[in-house]
């Protein structure tokens, strides 16, 4: 019984398993369609008690596959307590915990019911294979986030002193010169904020620059590492 339920929640190359799979990922896109559905003003009730009922079966659903898994797993605790456990928990979590009760506080971890969308990457072959492509270059990744950070901060230093005189109002401080530095190196650029001395707008020119290569960089990484993912599989095949 043991092996029949875990061929079948476990993605496998079987006809059963990928059944399974494909109802799974119709279920996940459902919810969450109900759930931006249900944030529309002035709802009729049938269409309240519509959504409901959908968001009661695909509970239903989750939390059979969550103990399903719980059940075939080899390790338990290991399994709830990893990534797609844990997601796994937290889809179905906030309508156990908001049914029945009517406090506006609990109102907050209906939010969480975004967690469904994750539960994808379990089922999609593309996503598995960017996850792993993430943990491949973790270490590139967390060392380009520290070097981003630092030059973010370094950004708002060198902006403050040369637009402190001049625009008082908006870099009043470098925690206020922060703002400015984070969307000039994302390249994004409200123009809210911008430099009106020449000091300020030769070295806005320089952290635009370094900006291009910052949103360049992490694409680099993440692509050398799906090629390394997808080369051995597509091998495989």
């Given at each position: 019984m043991?092996?029949?339920?875990?061929?079948?929640?476990?993605?496998?190359?079987?006809?059963?398993?990928?059944?399974?799979?494909?109802?799974?990922?119709?279920?996940?896109?459902?919810?969450?369609?109900?759930?931006?559905?249900?944030?529309?003003?002035?709802?009729k009730?049938?269409?309240?008690?519509?959504?409901?009922?959908?968001?009661?079966?695909?509970?239903?659903?989750?939390?059979?596959?969550?103990?399903?898994?719980?059940?075939?797993a080899?390790?338990?605790?290991?399994?709830?307590?990893?990534?797609?456990?844990?997601?796994?928990?937290?889809a179905?979590?906030p309508f156990?915990?908001?049914?029945?009760?009517?406090?506006?506080?609990?109102?907050?971890?209906?939010?969480?019911?975004?967690?469904?969308?994750?539960?994808?990457?379990?089922y999609?072959?593309?996503?598995?294979?960017?996850?792993?492509?993430?943990?491949?270059?973790?270490?590139?990744?967390?060392?380009?986030?520290?070097?981003?950070?630092?030059l973010?901060?370094?950004?708002a230093?060198g902006?403050?002193?040369?637009?402190?005189?001049?625009?008082?109002?908006?870099?009043?401080?470098?925690?206020?010169?922060?703002w400015?530095?984070?969307?000039?190196?994302?390249?994004?650029?409200?123009?809210d904020?911008?430099?009106?001395?020449?000091?300020?707008?030769?070295?806005?020119?320089?952290?635009?620059?370094?900006?291009?290569?910052?949103?360049?960089?992490?694409?680099?990484?993440?692509s050398?590492?799906l090629?390394?993912v997808?080369?051995?599989?597509?091998?495989?095949?």
């Amino acid at each position: 019984m043991k092996e029949t339920v875990k061929s079948i929640v476990e993605y496998n190359d079987n006809k059963l398993s990928k059944s399974f799979a494909v109802f799974i990922q119709v279920l996940i896109v459902l919810s969450v369609i109900t759930f931006s559905i249900e944030t529309l003003p002035n709802l009729k009730p049938q269409t309240k008690v519509i959504l409901n009922s959908i968001e009661i079966f695909c509970v239903i659903v989750f939390t059979l596959e969550y103990l399903a898994r719980i059940y075939v797993a080899d390790n338990k605790p290991k399994f709830i307590f990893s990534f797609f456990g844990l997601i796994d928990f937290f889809a179905i979590l906030p309508f156990y915990l908001s049914f029945g009760v009517d406090l506006r506080s609990l109102r907050v971890l209906r939010m969480f019911r975004l967690f469904r969308l994750l539960k994808l990457v379990r089922y999609n072959k593309a996503m598995r294979h960017f996850t792993k492509a993430m943990i491949l270059a973790k270490e590139q990744i967390v060392l380009f986030m520290g070097v981003t950070l630092v030059l973010i901060y370094f950004a708002a230093i060198g902006i403050y002193y040369f637009e402190n005189e001049a625009q008082p109002e908006h870099f009043s401080s470098i925690f206020d010169s922060l703002w400015w530095s984070i969307v000039t190196l994302t390249t994004v650029g409200y123009g809210d904020v911008y430099p009106i001395t020449v000091g300020g707008r030769v070295f806005t020119f320089i952290i635009l620059l370094i900006g291009l290569g910052i949103v360049a960089i992490p694409t680099g990484i993440i692509s050398s590492s799906l090629t390394k993912v997808v080369e051995p599989n597509s091998d495989e095949e």
